[in-house]
């Protein structure tokens, strides 16, 4: 009997999937892949139910005689290990960066007389609205809230993306590239403080109060999926931290960063050229007891940000103050440094991780810019955050349109460079 290989990145079966495996009867043995979680991530949304709990649903579909395992999403090990006579996919494949997975299985088919079966992709009302339903479900404040805590096991880093707006956010969630046979995209979403304030047109000095900061949250959380990590700058008062804690875990965000600084905060990136205080160990460290003390769920994370290298104190006092933020009940330690050279963030992430293999580190590469994803994970970093990129590249854009329409009195000359309108509202969803 003939071999049919098909692979399912899905975690709910709905009317298309078996329409493809009663197609795929017509020409043989029907063998399923499930891909493993951690591929899933990179070029799909993230599973609702895990890798386990996949294998045994696809078991169960009366139709498919044998379920392996997909372990990345490029075909070349499996087709290696099966040598199906074909390869069963829907056609929806056949544009966007999923083109690539289509073209792979077309050359290795094509090695050895391999056929690729495409199957028209049911998209009825049906389907479409069990897709509406599992991704409104993986929006929802209690699945993903826990989301941050389940990347970190997943991921050798969590790539995470600033973001300050509904438009933003969209960017985040739906940007997935593929580059040199690999998929990626951003597993998380950073509100800045510096970028929210930005947007708003005002200073990075806690200025935009928190209720301001929650609505730009809700815009963000309305359009996306994806786990939040929300940028607390000190946390105010510990009798105001409180509150800003429950908040933050009732809407559904993974995790606040605070700063060890106290009075006038101004953006770290000023390093000493402005005047900035420390806060004291013992004071942040109660202010970081306090908010894990309020929390209702194990989910929700507290993650202390420690200023030493910023404000120059040195190597030892940032190494202390991890130490004692660890104690004080702290989920992780951001390290931040405006050196270019990641020498120092590389030197403080070997020492600390000497005495502490688990507390996940959180790293900002903004000034030290050249540092890879791949170096800092050798390093025992597990997040890493583009704080102000998407920011600081709309900003210069728009303000060229601005000059080129005042010096051109009309707006053909900064048309040609921009998006089409109907390119950006295909970003976004119409329910
Ligand atoms: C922010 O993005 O607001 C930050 C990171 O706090 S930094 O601007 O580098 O201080
Ligand atoms: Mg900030």
């Known amino acids: 009997m003939k071999k049919v290989y098909t692979c399912f990145c899905t975690d709910v079966i709905h009317e298309g999937h078996m329409n493809i495996i ?43 005689s044998e379920v392996v395992v997909q372990e990345e999403i490029l075909y070349n090990q499996i087709i290696k290990d099966l040598k199906p006579d074909y390869v069963i996919h829907g056609d929806n494949w056949q544009k966007g960066p999923e083109n690539a997975i289509r073209e792979n ?54 790539k995470t993306l600033e973001v300050h707006s509904g438009l933003t956010g969209l960017i985040a969630e739906k940007t997935v590239v593929e580059h040199d046979g690999a998929f990626d995209q951003f597993e ?9 304030s930005t ?35 000190t946390g105010g008062m510990i009798e105001h931290f409180v509150y800003t804690v429950r908040s933050l875990e009732r809407m559904g965000v993974s995790a606040v960063i605070i700063e060890d600084k106290t009075g006038m905060k101004k953006n770290s990136l000023f390093g000493t050229d402005v005047p900035q205080t420390q806060d004291s160990t013992e004071h942040f460290c109660s202010k970081i007891s ?32 991890a130490k004692a933020y660890v104690k004080a009940g702290a989920d992780g330690i951001m390290i931040h440094s405006r050196k ?10 070997d020492l600390f991780r000497q005495a502490d293999t688990e507390t996940p580190i959180v790293a900002v590469p903004s000034s030290f810019n050249s540092v890879s994803e791949k170096e800092l994970a050798e390093h025992g970093v597990n997040i890493v955050i583009y ?38 509202i295909s970003l976004i969803d119409e329910l």
């Open 290 to 321: 306090a908010g894990k003390n309020v929390q209702l769920t194990d989910e929700f994370m507290i993650i202390a940000r420690i200023e030493s290298l910023i404000l120059e104190k040195g190597m030892e006092d940032a190494l202390e103050r």
């Open 387 to 424: 704080a102000n990129q998407l920011t600081r590249s709309a900003f210069p854009a728009m303000e060229q349109t601005a000059r080129d329409i005042l010096k051109y009195h009309r707006a053909k000359e900064a048309d040609d460079r921009l998006m089409p309108i109907k390119d950006i």
């Open 188 to 196: 998380a979403m950073w509100v800045s403080s510096l970028c929210d």
């Open 340 to 349: 270019k050279d990641p020498g120092e963030i590389l030197e403080f992430c």
């Open 22 to 64: 009663r197609e795929a009867q017509k020409y043989g043995r029907l063998i399923v892949g499930v891909l493993k979680d951690t591929e899933m991530i990179r070029y799909n949304r993230f599973p609702l139910i895990d890798f386990e709990e996949r294998y045994q649903m696809v078991q169960a579909i009366p139709g498919v």
């Open 105 to 158: 299985v077309l050359s290795l088919l094509n090695a050895y007389g391999g056929e690729l079966i495409e199957v028209g992709y049911t998209y009825n009302d049906k389907v479409r609205h069990t897709e509406a339903r599992m991704k409104e479900q993986l929006a929802m404040p209690e699945y993903r809230r826990g989301r941050l805590r389940k990347l970190l096991k997943l991921c050798p880093i969590v």
């Open 199 to 233: 947007a708003k047109g005002k200073p990075d000095i806690e200025l935009v109060d928190m209720t301001s900061r929650f609505r730009t949250i809700n815009d963000i959380m309305e359009v996306t999926t994806k786990p939040i990590i929300f940028d607390g700058d």
